[in-house]
């Protein structure tokens, strides 16, 4: 051993002597995601100059990926030598590791170069940040003595990004493999064709590159701002064979497999720009400017397969991946309907419809590539219609088609936009940067569990694991990207790696805000949302009391009632606090020494229904039961802009019965509902409602409305107990419309009775 770790040992002893508080002080891992079993050890373990590594050669990737963080970030360089060993160990399951720090050496054991990867991913999180950016400049780094044995719940694992709607320069593609690899996740899905962009360079059809990968303007602001503003600057580019190639290696050296999506047949917008003969119409039409979903899409020729059969042909010989993403969602059929070529091949193929006619188009590319040894990975929408023989579901659409295709035996990846959609708005803050809509805060991601409920044990292995979207139309920058990745990126590692059972939120926001040092070390810009504060009204008993929370530990909530900011001088929250009028709550969360995070905010309308019995004739979808129908009369209006907060109820396709009891005949003169209307995503507010008290009934109906939230006010002026309201929904989505064909979801919020 080395003189100077003798001499540090030497020290440690007499200082286990002399300071038996500090001898005895294990540094708890913070590691994220959680491993499956960590054992402590009350010593440490020191590199420095004099260390040696050592490693098998089937583990070379690993042991060089460790010895050249370990150099890149500190002024240490490893010698040949036993003290750090990377050891084949059979008997471990693929992706599985067992790391062992003692105070002589590090030892890690995995029987592939992965699982030895991941070992490395958990060492790394017990070296100081300051490794992470060479800013490290002491000659040893001391590494808590530890046992970790380690292995993932799930086999896919994986992120996605958009790269069509806002394109990201090869580098922050790198940063963005980085960071999924060091959260022990294994797959990115490149996102690389669709209406507004094509971004991967195919020689055969050089226009794909002059024309497809521009489009002349984007859309400012929202898509439900009306009128449509553009900003007028040309916007685009794409990814050469080389820079893919680059992409391909570098995550391969971190063992994460790049599964390119080219889309089809649908979101084929900018492709059929370029070559109009490849659709229905042979009209010519632009690479689209704003976002949402075209009708312009493949007509099923043999010119139309013979471009994806080359089109393909390129992507294999650039990624190696088993799977290929065939896209195949939000394809609408107004253009098959009335194409001679498309109505002539549904009756010759004995077809029924339409969405045959999308499963016959989807099933003959999975031909093609079956015959090149792939398989197909496709949107849910590939259910339509009948099942491609061997492919793979991606459930977005809520977890039913994820359900459906694990019944009938094929495999399936969990990405349900109630839990998996990052392009959501993760914070009930009306200052958020502004994105798509709903809202997928950090709880919610945490919480996911990618086996749907309807499934037995048999049927849940078909479900291979989870992956997080990013859809970038409202993520223009990098920064920006990496706000609304991190750290619902880091809850979703937890999701597909950690053992359901060992899940617990609190736990993990508190090695969140540990780990944001981390972030910050690597220069990953991440939304800070641990200390905000969350607010409930409890009734009981007639009586109403407003009751705070915040995640993290050893901090204080201080508030004020009058309006004013609070301060570091304001009552400090200790139990709920009792309403009995309408108020306005303002609180924060506080250190010994300032406010941290933002000031909540919370007016509550101690209107004529608060506190009163409420019941609905159903319950709502369960990726959107809010607080339950409580939550409709307590006080508490939910976001104008986002439909997925507590304050929001959500039913997919049914009409809603409400039935309120005011305990007793009230005056009532007006009543209020709030309706979203976020026809994006799916979402309608009715086109009329009834309201029915004990001796009257009203009848409303609504114009269709292009706002977000449709809040309308009615004059009442009757004495009344009971308050009925028949909500039916609004239906199927209309042609032309995003998710046409389907039901439309129903969100109701605040009911106020004044
Ligand atoms: C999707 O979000 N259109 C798959
Ligand atoms: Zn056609």
Known sequence: MHIKKLIALFILSLSLVNCKEKSVQIIKPQIIPLPDAVELMDSFFSIDESTGITYDDNLKVSALFLKDFIESGSPIHLKEGNDIQFKLDDNLKPEGYVLTVSKEGITIKASTDQGAFYAVQTLRQLMPVSIENGTFSEDE???????????????YRGMHLDVARHMFSVDFIKKYIDALSMLKMNTFHWH???????????????????????????LVGHYSDQPHQ??????????????????????????????????????????????????????????????GVFEEIYCPNQKTFAF????????????????????????????????????????????????????YFITKMEAYLNSKGRQIIGWDEILEGG?????????????????EAAKSGHNVVMTPTSHCYFDYYQSENEDAPLAIGGFLPLEKVYGFNPIPEELTTEESKYVLGAQGNIWTEYIPTEKHLEYMAFPRMLALSEVVWSKLKHKDYKDFVSRLENFHQRLDALDINYANHLYEIE??????????????????????????LDGSEPTINSKVYESKIPITESSTIKAAVFNEEKQLGETFTQHINYHKAVGAKITIDKQPHKAYSGSGAEGLINGISGSDSRYGDKEWLGFWGEDIL??????????????????????????????????????????????????????????????TRYIKLVIPNYGTIPEGKQGAGNKAWTFIDEIIVN
């Open 192 to 218: 690389l064709t669709d209406d507004q962009g094509w971004r991967i360079e195919i020689k055969k059809y050089p226009k794909l590159q002059e024309v497809s990968a521009y489009r002349d303007e984007t």
């Open 308 to 359: 994806l059969e080359d089109v393909l042909d390129e992507v294999l010989e650039l990624f190696p991946s088993k799977y290929i993403h065939v896209g195949g969602d939000e394809a609408p059929k107004t253009r098959w309907k009335n194409c001679v070529h498309c109505q002539g091949l549904i009756k010759k193929e004995g077809l029924k419809d339409e969405h045959h006619l999308q499963s």
């Open 141 to 155: 780094i001391n590494i808590q003595a530890v046992t970790v044995k380690d292995q993932p719940q799930f086999k």
């Open 535 to 560: 607010g409930d009204l409890i009734s009981d008993e007639g009586k109403s009391y407003y009751e705070l929370k915040t995640l993290t530990e050893g901090k204080s909530i201080r508030y004020t």
């Open 658 to 719: 409400i039935e309120i009891d005011l305990g007793k005949e009230k005056i009532v003169n007006t009543i209020e509902t709030r309706f979203h209307n976020g026809q994006g995503q799916w979402i309608y507010s009715p086109k009329e409602i009834k309201i029915i008290l004990d001796e009257k009934e009203f009848d409303y109906v609504f114009w269709d409305i292009g706002d977000l939230l449709l809040k309308k006010e009615y004059e009442i002026n009757t004495k």
């Open 230 to 291: 553009f900003d007028g600057k040309r916007y685009g580019g794409y990814y050469t064979q080389e820079e893919v190639k680059e992409i391909v290696q570098y995550a391969k050296a971190r063992f994460v497999t790049v599964i390119p999506e080219i889309e089809m047949p649908g979101h084929a917008q900018a492709a059929i720009a370029a070559y109009p003969e490849l659709g229905c119409t042979d009209e010519p039409v632009e690479v689209a400017k704003k976002w």
């Open 387 to 403: 099942l491609a023989p061997n492919a793979t579901v991606m459930s977005w659409r809520g977890t039913n088609g994820a359900v």
